[in-house]
T-cell receptor
């Protein structure tokens, strides 16, 4: 089945130690997103790629970076994680930003200790 | 005022009941309306999607959008314990990329 796959499912990292989360998709969608979801809160958009064009949300901390080497893969890099970055990180895809196929992966649960 | 308002519940119903989940929104530019189901520690799963006003039915689920009153609804018929999850309504404007979510309603279906 076509889908959005995130790895790893769970990640524990030390305060200040860089960490990379990965996302791959078989939907051939041209838009890929990274959302952060803290406990009992709605997901919050960090940034998105429209094809190769990177679009950062104004309030996304500089600590968060992203790479999209090709259509299928996207990475989230957290350069110096703080305790407040403990959250679920969700990758999503869509075709041209349309709502009908806006699909999320299962998420990576990141714990910073 | 948050752009999408949703009662967080929790909502508890007996198995077999009809469940009604609702959201209101304030942004007239919203064109796409989605309902996601999210189980604990999992990503949101797209349940229903509606473009503009109207109804859509898929099995036990019916989504309704009334743009005149800015009201979004999801009905679940013959609810099952496996429907126990958090339900998130979300809206998207034409040409926009960021989903605007409600807070989510936590639903428990009791056997």
């Amino acid at each position: 089945d076509a889908m959005v796959i995130q790895n790893p499912r769970y990640q524990v990292t030390q305060f200040g130690k860089p960490v990379t989360l990965s996302c791959s998709q078989t939907l051939n969608h041209n838009v890929m997103y990274w959302y952060q979801q803290k406990s009992s809160q709605a997901p919050k958009l960090l940034f998105h790629y429209y094809d190769k064009d990177f679009n950062n949300e104004a309030d996304t901390p500089d600590n968060f970076q992203s790479r999209r080497p090709n259509t299928s893969f996207c990475f989230l890099d957290i350069r110096s994680p703080g305790l407040g970055d403990t959250a679920m990180y969700l990758c999503a895809t869509s075709r041209d930003g349309q709502g009908g196929g806006y699909t999320f992966g299962s998420g990576t649960r990141l714990t910073v200790v | 005022q948050k752009e999408v308002e949703q009662d967080p519940g929790p909502l508890s119903v007996p198995e077999g009941a009809i469940v009604s989940l609702n959201c209101t929104y304030s942004n007239s530019a919203f064109q796409y309306f989605m309902w996601y189901r999210q189980y604990s520690r999992k990503g949101p799963e797209l349940l229903m999607y509606t473009y503009s006003s109207g109804n859509k039915e898929d099995g036990r689920f019916t989504a309704q959008v009334d743009k005149s009153s800015k009201y979004i609804s999801l009905f679940i018929r013959d609810s099952q314990p496996s429907d126990s999850a958090t339900y998130l309504c979300a809206s998207l404007g034409a040409g926009s990329y960021q989903l605007t979510f409600g807070k989510g309603t936590k639903l428990s279906v009791i056997p």
